[in-house]
């Protein structure tokens, strides 16, 4: 069965929530894990199981309260700065619509927009010769699109409203908004797992209670790296693919030429790598394209593979009630 717009935007409602929880869940979890070896280790030949289980709930409790006050304060600055973050990445310029040749675009996006029901978002271009584009904001009324200079110069009219269109989508399913929470989220990860070694590795103390001390901060330390390279992005592929092939079959729904978003898709899996985004792996998932140098068609990939899409556009292409407006 078909799902409508409404069906996308209540499912990725479900997700952001499946996702907020599994997050802080997976991080204690997984510290809970890597503590109690720890401690175990730290007892050498004759373990006192007592002892273990007792400092390792303690530390537990401890590292729970604090995960939870980090995950409220994430939540906070996400929801309010996470967009601009992820524009910051990409070194993104807001869109000068007074100039000739920008007021074009911005008129293409406004009037994508009013066919999609949409406020109009604000417009930004990255400096960069690929073809790439992206979408971020916490809702429709603050929502931007990001459109490489390469593809505006690249694509036609009808490509570029297609590739709009899809931006507009993932805007209108609410896509954006659990983007946002991803990238913004887990590029602090990395920066939290580095601090800690640091500290683990700069405490010379002999003293039990800063040796146990240690442990804790080594396990937090550890927990984070592996939170930061492997459960991450395992939990970002789960909610991404599916979303790729909702936005392009709703973009072709608003342009009513899903043909001309089948080509823009084969122009832009030509050249769609964004050497600005190379140290902001993170960002992947919200482009149309995956910007970084790899494997499109491997697991772990962001986006399902692009002729799948391009065959998925080009079957609505012949259906004759999407293309002639029947």
Known sequence: MTKSAYDHIQSNNIRTWVLVGLFPLSLLMLFSLILYILLLIG?????????VNATALYYIEKFALWVGI??????????NIGGDMMLSFAGAVELDNTSKEHKKIYNLVENTAMAAGLPTPRVFIVNDESLNAFATGKDPQHAAVALTSGIIKRLNSLELQGVIAHELAHI???DVRLNMMIISGVSIFGFLADLLFRMHF?????????NQLGIVILAA????M?????????LRLAVSRC???AADSTGALITRNPQALADALKKISQDARVEALDSAKEMAA???YTPLKVDAFSLTSTHPPVEERIKRLEQMAGNSSITKGE
């Not at 980090?70 to 939540?75: A, E, S, T």
């Not at 592996?226 to 395992?234: C, H, K, S, T």
């Open 43 to 51: 007892q050498g030949e004759v373990i006192d199981y007592q002892l």
């Open 70 to 79: 980090i995950g409220l304060g994430w939540m906070a600055i996400v929801w």
């Open 226 to 234: 592996v939170f930061n390279f492997l459960i991450a992005p395992l």
């Open 221 to 224: 330390a550890i927990t984070f």
């Open 286 to 288: 919200a482009c149309i």
């Open 172 to 174: 209108g399913n609410r």
């Open 202 to 210: 700069t405490n010379n103390s002999r003293d039990n209670e800063k």
């Open 243 to 245: 979303r790729e092939y």
